[in-house]
């Protein structure tokens, strides 16, 4: 098995990624054989099994807290309400490999993205958290939280559930609250030139606590990985 750990600032590009791997060997590792909407491309497939297999393994041990983001131009994460407006062809093909990676346990998300958003039929178990009193139910939902002691103690309980890595897809309210306590181990951000209308991320926090460790930009859509500063 091949190990990519990228660890300076740089461009990673999908063609360096994609020799590592065989494509059978890449269409196995993200399920895209059996999954007619996920026919993504070698260099996408390539970056899942890098990310998943190395990129945030290297090191660990223990289950990993991975976020992915779409962000615009000014900074907002949502337009109308949701994320799709904002989403490229190149962002999804790459939201895909993240999602469909091997290492992917559950999905974790807000309770407003999972209203929002088009979950009911997700890959991986669905956590959606929620400070919510009344009991609450979203379309796939395999666990809603509830009231939590803490954000920490409740990722410790999802660490302790899932044995592989949980990836929260947002939205930007709960990743601030896991950027605040250092809960995110790598975090994945697509920035695209379009501009939308709210839930902007917190720039200032994102840097305080995480550190740019590789960009690649395809079309007008650029592609950041950020590790845990204090890793």
Known sequence: ?????????GVVTGARLTRLLLPAQLQSACGAENSPENRLSKPALAYCWAMSDTAISAGATGPMTVASLVVASNGATSIMGGSRGLRTPEDRERFLALRNG??????????????????????HPLIVFSRSHEPTTFPGATMVSGPV?????FIAQLRRKFANTILCEGGVEL????LVDELID?????????????????????RSKMTLVSTETINQTTFERYERASR
């Open 149 to 153: 002691p803490s954000i920490p103690e």
């Open 1 to 9: 098995m091949c190990a990519l750990v990228e660890r300076k600032p």
């Open 102 to 123: 091997p290492d992917i346990a559950a999905i974790l998300v807000g309770g407003a993205s999972a209203a929002t958003e088009p979950y009911r039929s997700a890959p």
């Open 186 to 206: 790598s975090f994945f951000i697509s920035r695209v030139a379009a501009t939308g209308d709210g839930h902007f991320l917190d720039e200032n926090l994102l």
């Open 175 to 178: 990743i601030h609250l896991l």
